[in-house]
């Protein structure tokens, strides 16, 4: 060791060192938690404020009422709205991605199909849900206004998850002798992927929307939606808003699943540096 090193070493022994900073990392559930919170305590203020002429019960009024009301008023309402919600939202998934494969593997039809899509978004589908109820009758109109809810954002989404596969990778399937069908199955369908879920659980709470409106056209005798229209009825107050905090959960019980889902099935795009 020379005295050049010696006077290095001496030197930075000298120096006073500084501590490093300790970055804790707030969980994911953290946001979501405090806007809760905030939404409660905001819920609490008005409803002690006397705010809308009294007509906003306490969250401890609602809960309570949700309590006495117990499993027999909404156990079977919740489940047949679940039901209509989820056939709903099956049917019209697998008509959208069915459409947006297409699309991409028949590109003529594109204007077609772009059309209809625009018109179920845009056509008003409440006007609908009666012609439904008259033709069909039953529960028809709630898986109806359920798929018609779906269909356009996860068309949409699957249609921009398959056009944005990488071009490299398409070029290499080509190159190696692959066409349209194997460019599909091995660099398209799994590009789309992320998009499609992110579209999914978009649609997961417009499913559970749709079959409750459609339960307010009529025809049926059970379901969230009968049973707020019942509780407004009777001018229930805590009733109507314990309906609707269930679905709420109803449909964040959708997008929940689905997201847990995508989790499995897209498990990329959930890395710590997936974002980045």
Sequence with gaps: MTITDIENVATAA????VPRRIRLKRPTWFGGAVGICGLIALWWILAAAGVAGGTIPTPWVVVSTMFDDGWSLYGPNFTVTA???????????LLAIT???LVVLIPPIEGLATQLAILSYCTPLLALGPIILVV????????????MYCFFTTMVGTLAGLRSADKTSLDLVAAYGGGRWQKFTKVQLVSALPSTFAALKIAAPSAVLGAILGEYLGGVDSGIGVALTAAQTSYNVPRTWGMAIAAALLAGLGYAVVAAIARLVTPWTSAPGAQK
Excluded at 14 to 17: E, H, K, M
Excluded at 83 to 93: D, E, P, T, V
């Design 99 to 101: 459409l947006a494969v």
């Design 14 to 17: 000298a120096q006073p060192s």
């Design 83 to 93: 039901s209509g919600a989820l056939q709903g939202f099956l049917w019209g998934n």
């Design 136 to 147: 069909f009758g039953g529960r028809t109109p709630t898986i109806f206004l359920a798929a």
